[in-house]
């Protein structure tokens, strides 16, 4: 079973978790029992978070870009991690290498890229492992 959706939802989850330690002041918004991979109906009470990055890896089968991303004031630290992307033809545009702007809807059980302009192409895609 591939678990790249639910380790990225558990990293972002442990990050604003910090985040919550940090500020004692809001509620859990990214709570245990999450639907992994159910994530297509957005709630009303997502927030946004614009996000810059290059892509370092793109797993098809799950819709799942590995992003090197910079700091997301917010949200989270630089970091390397897994983003569901919402949108099968803006997953489809990128290519490793590639360095995007986007925007990231965090809601209550989980995180979605989206609205993603390719600011910088990369190379070919890499040929597929094993
Ligand atoms: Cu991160």
New binding site residues.
């Given amino acids: 079973m591939n678990t790249s959706v639910s380790r990225g939802f558990v990293?972002?989850a442990q990050?604003l978790l910090t985040g919550l330690v940090l500020t004692a002041s809001l509620g859990s918004q990214m709570g245990c029992g999450a639907d992994r991979g159910k994530q297509t109906t957005p709630a009303r009470a997502e927030k946004r978070y614009p996000v810059r990055g290059e892509v370092l890896g793109l797993d098809p089968q799950n819709r799942v870009a590995t992003i090197k991303?910079e700091e997301?004031p917010g949200w989270?630290?630089a970091?390397t991690?897994d983003f569901p992307i919402r949108d099968a033809a803006e997953f489809n545009k990128l290519s490793v290498g590639d360095r995007i702007e986007a925007t990231v809807f965090v809601e209550e059980v989980g995180f979605a890229l989206g609205e993603i302009r390719v600011v910088g192409k990369g190379g070919p895609a890499p040929a597929a492992k094993d």
């Fill in positions: 990293h972002g990050a991303h997301i989270m630290e970091m991690m």
